[in-house]
Structures are given as structure tokens and as C-alpha cells.
């Protein structure tokens, strides 16, 4: 049985029981709004979203049924959508991946070319609650017949490389567009005293470039900021690391063949590391050091509390306070717990990041 919920006050299914096996929210967001003030519409639609997707989880009526999401236009699945984009109710995606991943198999959500006047009525969205309870897609775009589901695939022709012996280095080519690799022969110029140049091995990728790629930050067309990889020239200050040597550290445009970088930044590889663990290391871990250290002062026997300790600063950071002989206390989100305790913490040092009582 299907309910429409507007908000889940003295939600019952038509017969009056307190089960039903789906619950239907639609996210509206006005079309006045959205155009005259779109912060204020996000705030709005995603603050409900947001209410109704707490009460749902915390309400016992609700323990074995399901909440689908319903939004229009809120994402795209060509690029023929791009430019109707509904950017504020697109925020509620973002949402409700993140409540997926924290409470899966609860709440799913669909995109549709009109929403249905009736949910109970709907073959359309009958077809995507059976994607998900029967296909495990819970995330899904309806346009006609079709029911899509995302995936991450190889482009089609993937990036060309330049072709030649000079350097080049992957960038974005404008705002919002393709990632392209051009040839670079100013890394080849002649090193500045304290420069050294590289090639690259590995390049670490942050959610920076994420943006950069997606046409978010103003002006910016270069990707990667870390990488590891073997010297090839030093400049002639340049001291403790030769020609040869394998290093990691911190490199601008550093998804390329080649990076040049000040040798500060840099430092020799520890032997039982690759490449790879190398390159992923030096954006998180120099971001919690300058943190702890440089900022906090942090000293042997303080007690810390790193919130959001799963993920890659947040790791990071509790190694280093570790390091630094600090007690560490730590919260996630409880499904990330495990995480926690296999990086040496124990319950009484761990809390949820998703209440209020970590404090104590």
C-alpha cells in the first residue's frame, strides 16, 4: 500500500493501520521562488526534505516501510537537459545520497517529467519502488518508458595526449566543460634555484578538482595539487634530494607527465611506499597538520575531538594527533564505526557525527 505524505503528522494508510509498505513526498519548489531568490528556495525545499527524512527514520510506525523522494527535472540524463535543470530541487538529491548511504534500503528517490497526480495511481512510480526493492536501484530518472539509473562509465573516446616528447597536463577547458590535455613546454624552462621538476608517477585527486571539473570555481581550469614521482632536474640550491630520487609532496597542475614544483614541498619517498599511497597522501595529511599543529599547538596529553573522523582529512587527523601523543576522541556516522575501532580507537573514545551528544 502507498501513502502521499505532506509531512508525516497522523500519517496512516487509507484503511486506518499504521503500516503501509511506501510513503510518497514530492518536492515542489516554487517556480516564484526558485527564480527570485533560489538560496532562500533551496534552504526551504531541502530544510523539509530534511525534517520529514528525520521523522521518517526516527518514527516507529514507519520501521518497515519505505520513503520515496520525488522530484522534476532535478537531474539530468543526457546532455539535451543540461540547460532545464531544476537547480533547487537537484539540492535534494545531494541530501538523500547521503541518507542512503547511512540508512540503505530506507529511502529512495526518483526524477520525473511530471509528477504523477496520484502516487497510489501511479505506474510509474509502482515501476521505480519495484526497482528498488527488487533491483536494489534506489536512485532513479524516469523519462517516458524509460527508467534510468546512474553509472559511472568510461567516456567514449576517452582524453587524447598531445603527441610529441614535450610535457602535458590535464585541465579544464572552460567553465563546465571537457577535461582536455594540452602540451606544456613551460615546465621545461629553466628551473628557478629552489625548483625541482618531476616526473609524475601518480597524482592524488581532491574534491577541488571535482569542482574545477564541474565549472563551480571561478577562473580555474587546473587540476591536482599532489603527486609522486621520480626528479629529474634540480635547481641548484636545491638540497638533500638528487636526480633519481623518488618524492611526494605538493605540485600545481599536477595531473600531467611532468610537474615542477619548489623542493620544499617535497620530500623523499618512504621505501615501503607506492606511488600511488604516496600521491593520496599530502593534501589531507599537511591539511590536519597545519590544523593541529600550526594553528591548534596541539602537545602530548591533550585530548582532542576530530568530528567526521572517517573521512580523509578526518583520518588523517587522527593519526597525526596520535602522533603527536594527544588522546584522540572521534564521532562518525554509526555505520562508519568499524572504520573507527580498525584505526585503534575504542567505544569510549567514539560518538555518532549524527547527534548531539558527543560532548559527554
Not at 501511479?122 to 553509472?151: K, N
Amino acid at each position: 500500500m502507498i501513502k502521499e505524505a505532506a509531512d508525516l503528522d497522523g500519517a496512516t494508510t487509507p484503511n486506518g493501520t499504521d503500516r503501509c509498505d511506501w510513503l510518497v513526498w514530492h518536492a515542489r519548489p516554487g517556480e516564484d521562488a526558485a527564480v527570485d531568490a533560489p538560496a532562500e528556495a533551496v534552504r526551504a525545499v531541502t530544510g523539509a526534505a530534511l525534517r520529514l527524512v528525520q521523522e521518517f527514520l526516527a518514527d516507529p510506525r514507519w520501521t518497515t516501510t519505505r520513503l520515496l523522494l520525488v522530484t522534476h527535472r532535478a537531474v539530468t540524463v543526457d546532455e539535451e537537459e543540461s540547460g532545464a535543470l531544476n537547480t533547487v530541487a537537484a539540492a535534494v538529491w545531494g541530501l538523500i545520497r547521503s541518507v542512503q548511504n547511512e540508512h540503505p534500503g530506507r529511502v529512495a528517490i526518483t526524477d520525473l517529467d511530471d509528477i504523477p497526480e496520484s502516487a497510489a495511481d501511479s505506474t510509474v512510480l509502482h515501476t521505480v519502488m519495484a526497482a528498488a526493492t527488487g533491483a536494489d536501484e534506489w536512485q532513479t530518472a524516469v523519462r517516458g518508458p524509460a527508467v534510468s539509473v546512474p553509472r559511472v562509465v568510461p567516456a567514449p573516446a576517452g582524453v587524447p595526449l598531445p603527441v610529441g616528447h614535450l610535457p602535458w597536463v590535464l585541465e579544464v577547458a572552460g567553465p563546465g566543460r571537457d577535461v582536455v590535455a594540452r602540451q606544456a613546454p613551460e615546465l621545461l624552462a629553466p628551473l628557478r634555484p629552489g625548483d625541482l621538476r618531476v616526473e609524475v608517477r601518480a597524482a592524488g585527486v581532491n574534491f577541488r578538482d571535482v569542482l574545477v571539473t564541474r565549472g563551480m570555481l571561478a577562473d580555474a581550469s587546473d587540476l591536482g595539487h599532489e603527486a609522486a614521482g621520480v626528479v629529474l632536474a634540480v635547481g641548484r640550491e636545491v638540497r638533500g634530494i638528487d636526480v633519481g630520487d623518488r618524492v611526494w609532496g605538493v605540485f600545481p597542475n599536477a595531473i600531467g607527465s611532468v610537474a615542477v614544483t619548489d623542493a620544499r614541498n617535497t620530500a623523499r619517498l618512504p621505501q615501503n611506499w607506492t606511488f600511488e599511497e604516496a600521491a593520496a597522501a599530502p593534501v589531507v595529511f599537511l591539511t590536519a597538520l597545519y590544523g593541529l599543529r600550526d594553528l591548534g599547538r596541539l602537545t602530548p596529553g591533550q585530548r582532542v575531538l576530530v568530528h567526521t573522523a572517517a573521512g580523509g582529512v578526518g583520518m588523517a587527523a587522527v593519526a597525526l594527533c596520535r602522533h603527536l601523543g594527544a588522546e584522540v576522541f572521534a564521532t562518525a556516522s554509526p555505520a562508519k564505526h568499524t572504520l573507527l575501532r580498525t584505526m585503534g580507537l575504542d567505544d569510549a573514545h567514539i560518538a555518532s557525527s549524527r547527534a548531539r551528544d558527543f560532548e559527554e
